[in-house]
Every structure is written in structure tokens, then in C-alpha cells.
């Protein structure tokens, strides 16, 4: 089974900064067939479901701002916020969907400093 | 609109059982996987298992942890998809998602509110 590393386990930066988010995984996510890797990003607010944001490790879902873009390749990949917002406030996770169980990560949360 | 609603939830007993129900619209169902991912109070994400569309075969994987006490299955009929859990244990404590993926190529794009199960003597 792959497992999901992410770090730090929470992050706090001011309103306006940049706020990086890692997640490493045990085997490579990366289709050589397709050259894709199979690797996703959420965000969950508080009492909320997880939210897609990012996919193939850097295709932004549909209505997500683009101030978010994720990036990698292989096992290790990046999830940027380039200038934070406070509705930015959440837990972000990352996924693979290379090979089940399709683990996540820890989770990171993410705070304003 | 795509909307999933879990439904089945509950208090049981460990050892106990429950049959939760994820009833879907707003996209063709029938082509859709399904997944199940689970979420204790506090705590991360954790994927319990899927269930394929037909064209798939409807091939069903599971997590480690529920392998053999979980069930996954669908009625495309009914739009509805099913988490059966049996032998419960106070770990499988958590809001059950079902999610799946409508819109996009590869992730999980739309989730329900959850239903909760909590396993307590």
C-alpha cells in the first residue's frame, strides 16, 4: 500500500504571504503510459466535506482560485497558496489515486500568523 | 445540481451492523464510481473503499482496516449506493462520506454531509 506523508502537520502565515504544504508518497503516483500522476488536493473548512482543488497534481478544478496551483512529480509534490486569504483557513490533504487503498495524507493545517 | 445525501446512520453496539445509503442526482450515476471515506472527530481522512460502475465490472476495492467487515454495493436503478459494515468496532467511530467522481477525469469532485456512525456499548 502507498503511504501519504505530509508536512509540516500545521503551518501558520501571515494574510498575503505564501504558504507551501508538502506530500510525499512511498512509491511513485506517476503513470508512465499517460505521464500523468494520479494525485490530488483538498481543502476541508470546518464542518465541512473535502473540497477538490487540484488534480493530475496540477490541474486546477473548476472555480478554484489561482492563487492555489499545485506542482511535482514522482513522490514528491507541493501544494502553493501564492498570497493567503483568510477563507484560505482549512486542512489541506493529499490523495493518491495510483493504486488502492487510495490513501490520504495527514493532513496539514493551515492558519493566518 | 449533483447531490449525494448519506443516509443510515447511527448508535450500535460493537459487534453491531448498519447498512448506510448514499442516494445520488444531478449526473449519470451508472457511469460513476462511488467511493466511501470516513472521518473521525478531530481527526484525517480516511478512504474506506469503492465500488466501480458496470463497464467496470463493478469491482470493488477496500481499505486494510475494513477488508471482510465491509460491504460496498449499488443499485443503478435506485441511483443509491450502499456501505454495509458489520462486526463494528469503537475504532470505526466516524462521519461516513460517500463521494464520487461526475466532473472531472481523475479525483473525488463531489461529496455528501456525511452520515455518523458511532460504535459505543
Known amino acids: 500500500d502507498i503511504v501519504m506523508t505530509q508536512s509540516p502537520d500545521s503551518l501558520a502565515v501571515s494574510l498575503g504571504e505564501r504558504a507551501t504544504i508538502n506530500c510525499k508518497s512511498s512509491?511513485?503516483?506517476?503513470?508512465?503510459?499517460?505521464?500523468?500522476?494520479?494525485l490530488g488536493w483538498y481543502q476541508q473548512k470546518p464542518g465541512q466535506p473535502p473540497k477538490l482543488l487540484i488534480y493530475w497534481a496540477s490541474t486546477r478544478e473548476s472555480g478554484v482560485p489561482d492563487r492555489f496551483s499545485g506542482s511535482g512529480s514522482g513522490t514528491d509534490f507541493t501544494l502553493t497558496i501564492s498570497s493567503l486569504q483568510a477563507e484560505d483557513v482549512a486542512v489541506y490533504y493529499c490523495?493518491?489515486?495510483?493504486?488502492?487503498?487510495?490513501?490520504f495524507g495527514q493532513g496539514t493545517k493551515l492558519e493566518i500568523k | 445540481e449533483v447531490q449525494l445525501v448519506e443516509s443510515g446512520g447511527g448508535l450500535v453496539q460493537p459487534g453491531g451492523s448498519l447498512k448506510l445509503s448514499c442516494a445520488a442526482s444531478g449526473f449519470t450515476f451508472s457511469g460513476s464510481p462511488i467511493h466511501w471515506v470516513r472521518q473521525a472527530s478531530g481527526r484525517g481522512l480516511e478512504w474506506v473503499g469503492l465500488?466501480?460502475?458496470?463497464?467496470?465490472?463493478?469491482?470493488?476495492a477496500y481499505a486494510a482496516s475494513v477488508k471482510g467487515r465491509f460491504t460496498i454495493s449499488r443499485d443503478d436503478s435506485k441511483n443509491t449506493a450502499y456501505l454495509q459494515v458489520n462486526s463494528l468496532k469503537t475504532e470505526d467511530t466516524a462521519l461516513y462520506y460517500c463521494?464520487?467522481?461526475?466532473?472531472?477525469?481523475?479525483?473525488?469532485?463531489?461529496w455528501g454531509q456525511g452520515t455518523l456512525v458511532s460504535v459505543s456499548s
Open positions: 490523495q493518491q489515486y495510483y493504486s488502492t487503498p487510495y490513501s
Open positions: 465500488i466501480r460502475s458496470k463497464p467496470n465490472n463493478y469491482a470493488t
Open positions: 463521494t464520487t467522481r461526475a466532473t472531472v477525469p481523475m479525483g473525488l469532485d463531489f
Open positions: 512509491q511513485s503516483v506517476l503513470y508512465s503510459s499517460n505521464n500523468r500522476n494520479y
